[in-house]
């Protein structure tokens, strides 16, 4: 089973893209082509053109939290949409670079003169839209748009049932997720190059000289996202995809690809994590071991499978107790303090990539407990 690209290519169309976003002035037609779009008429490129001019004006300067452009992350979210479908519509583009701007394109970060220009833009755009059209992008960009204090739960659970009218929904927001997850990382060697995850378990757990596989280098350079952030967003992927399966919602074929490469790419991810703790955390090939059967033993009775309170093992209340918080300041206080608890991060690593493993292998596999009523432990 293969993603809708690696993460060599990502990082390959990222360098690409900010090298295009740096240029002065910007040469959008080579940013288009970076897209990977389907053949458009003449009307149509214009009109996506327009709409990432109008997104290069807004977000301007502004950077994401590593460090890129802002504006990058929308014109990769439409990228991924392309590489998944066969066909993409001109409409499903535009929702899709478009799908922050109520969050993110707001007044009271620019002063009036240039809010009406912005404005002004915006709605020249929008005149060029058909009609029904342009009701439908501004119904679509309503849904994806999350409310600053509504829990992350409830926002699911609305984009999931508007998508059983509108299955478009869904493509934009798992565009958006595998993007999202594709980029916590700045440096594809940041951490053990060459070593892949499955010699490290194998070898930890069947071999007795098994030395670790430890970083050459120091511990790489301290960033914004640190691996309690990345599992924090292994869980909100975790929750997205069991809700799809839970409401039994029907995916296309391009949703499909889209959902299969955001649980691999999730995959990745938590080996990443669990790599990096191993290299230079927690280097006792004997603790690794531990750790390793620990977790063993815990999926195969079943923990992973559904939402669990506080019990006799560290990975019970995980969900509950270190990532569902209403309050951003709570979860923030709560991520910083399981940043310092290395032993239950590589644990929680190894778990994420079990559970995502299940979302490829069971097209039946959901987490009781994740439901739209929100997350509840399960009482056996």
């Known amino acids: ?23 002065a002035p910007v040469n959008w037609n080579a940013v288009l082509t970076l897209m990977n779009p389907d053949q458009f008429g003449q009307r149509d490129e214009e009109l996506i053109i327009e709409t990432m001019i109008y997104l290069g004006d807004a977000y301007g300067q502004e950077r994401r939290v590593l460090g890129p452009f802002a504006v990058i992350h929308p014109i990769r979210a439409a990228s991924l949409l392309s590489r998944a479908s066969g066909s993409t519509s001109t409409l499903d583009l535009l929702t899709t670079l478009l799908h922050d701007k109520n969050e993110d394109i707001t007044e009271n970060k620019y002063t009036e003169e240039y809010w009406q220009k912005l404005e002004g833009t915006y709605q020249g755009l929008i005149k060029k839209i058909d009609g029904i059209e342009k009701w439908y ?12 204090n509504e829990p992350y739960i409830e926002y699911l659970s609305s984009l999931i049932n508007q998508a059983r009218a509108t299955p478009e929904l869904l493509k934009v927001k798992m565009a958006d997720r595998l993007d999202n997850t594709l980029d916590l990382r700045m440096d594809l060697y940041e951490d053990i190059p060459g070593v892949d995850c499955y010699q490290v378990v194998f070898e930890a757990l069947f071999t007795d000289t098994h030395a670790g596989h430890y970083a050459r280098s120091p511990h790489h350079t301290e960033r914004k ?32 690809r889209l959902f299969d490469s955001l649980a691999i790419t999730s995959i990745n991810e938590a080996q990443n994590i669990m790599l990096h703790i191993f290299a230079f955390h927690m280097r006792d090939p004997q603790r690794q071991k531990v750790i390793l059967m620990n977790v063993m033993d815990y999926c195969n009775r079943g923990g992973i499978r559904s939402v669990n309170i506080r019990g006799h093992h560290s990975l019970d209340g995980l969900f509950k107790n270190c990532f569902d918080f209403e309050k951003k300041e709570q979860l923030k206080l709560r991520l910083n303090d399981l940043y310092n608890e290395k032993e239950l991060m590589a644990e929680a690593a190894i778990a ?29």
């Open 352 to 380: 994420f990539a079990v559970i995502f493993t299940n979302f490829l292998n069971d097209r039946a596999f959901t987490i009781k407990g994740i439901t739209t009523e929100g997350i509840h432990p399960v009482i056996e």
């Open 1 to 23: 089973m293969q993603p809708i690209i690696t993460t060599h290519d990502f990082f390959s169309l990222s360098s690409h893209l900010n090298y295009q976003l740096s240029g």
């Open 137 to 148: 992008l501004n119904e679509r960009i309503h849904f994806l748009t999350r409310d600053r």
């Open 225 to 256: 996202i640190n691996d309690a952030v990345r599992l924090y967003e292994l869980f909100k992927n975790s929750v997205f995809l069991s809700l799809l399966r839970h409401e039994n919602i029907e995916l296309d074929d391009a949703a499909g």
